[in-house]
């Protein structure tokens, strides 16, 4: 019986640390495409604020989110959702507004979570020959099938 029972429970070991394993490995994929989705959205986001910047560069972008998307930013009137935001980033671009003064977005902090990441980032503004770092601003993203889903704006 002990003969039998050592191997029985060496086997047990064994798959239990295989599988915890397996589970670590899951979790930092996991995390690392949560970070390389904010990545792409941060970095896009640059690319339409520039002049010359185009609608394919905000079709990108949009390309990130959720059909069911939601933009939350109580500060500037509540909820928008994925259309009203797309067109929000349409009628600034048309407008000029898209004008090179954000020369980059300085991420500060990030935590990151199980679908979720909360950022604390200020904009870097071009003032002249001068840069400014703006105040800093927090972000949650929270995520769906490899998609953001929801903004929620925290300034």
Not at 121 to 139: A, S
């Amino acid at each position: 019986m002990k003969k039998t029972l050592i191997p029985f429970i060496s086997i047990l070991l064994f798959l239990f640390l295989t599988n915890r394993s397996n589970a670590q490995e899951k979790i930092l994929t996991h995390k690392d495409s949560l970070n390389a989705i904010l990545k792409e959205y941060y970095d896009l986001n640059l690319k339409i604020f520039q002049t010359g910047s185009k609608v394919e560069d905000i079709d990108d972008l949009f390309s990130l989110f959720t059909e069911d998307f939601i933009y939350v930013h109580p500060k500037y009137g509540g909820n928008y959702s994925r259309e009203d935001l797309y067109n929000g980033y349409k009628n600034n671009q048309s407008n000029g507004r898209y004008n090179g003064k954000i020369a980059d977005i300085k991420i500060e902090n990030k935590i990151v979570g199980l679908n979720a990441i909360v950022v604390e980032r200020r904009f870097v503004k071009k003032t002249g020959d001068e840069m400014n770092e703006g105040e800093v601003q927090m972000t949650l993203f929270e995520f769906k099938e490899g998609k953001i889903s929801r903004i929620m704006e925290y300034w």
